[in-house]
């Protein structure tokens, strides 16, 4: 079963995202803090990230950086973010993310479709 971790830290989202991942069938690793994320990268790899970059301790350079060092383009991954003016391609280029998506224009649906998309590639 494909794993997913999904780092957000509003709890609701985190929720909402953990129960529509898991409807599919998917697992879920759910965690509030790039910190926690981490954590959960160096044991256990899942097969896809969705990471809210307002995530408030991603402001910390040193965290930011460890967090890229574990996604290093080796697994896939989905920004999701509230930022109204976002700067997509540079965020793309710092994780290397395969999609870029943001909570006010795209549904739950879509971004469910998005995960499952991306999982089954693997």
């Given amino acids: 079963m ?3 971790l999904i780092i957000e830290s509003d709890e609701g989202t ?5 129960t529509a ?3 599919q069938q998917l697992e879920t ?3 509030k803090s790039a910190k926690e994320g981490i954590n959960i990268l160096k044991k256990n790899k899942p097969d896809l990230v969705l990471l809210d970059v307002m995530t408030p301790d991603l402001k910390n350079f040193n965290l930011l950086e460890e967090l890229q060092k574990e996604i290093d383009n080796r697994l896939p991954l989905i920004i999701i ?4 003016e ?3 391609a540079q965020e793309r280029s710092i994780f290397g993310a ?3 998506l943001s909570k006010s224009d ?3 649906g879509e971004i469910i479709k998005k995960v499952r998309s991306i999982v089954k590639e693997q």
């Fill in 81 to 84: 973010t509230d930022l109204r």
């Fill in 2 to 4: 494909a794993k997913v």
């Fill in 98 to 100: 395969c999609e870029y």
């Fill in 86 to 88: 976002k700067n997509e």
């Fill in 29 to 31: 690793v759910p965690v």
């Fill in 106 to 108: 795209t549904s739950v």
């Fill in 14 to 18: 985190r929720y909402l995202y953990n």
């Fill in 21 to 23: 991942i898991k409807f």
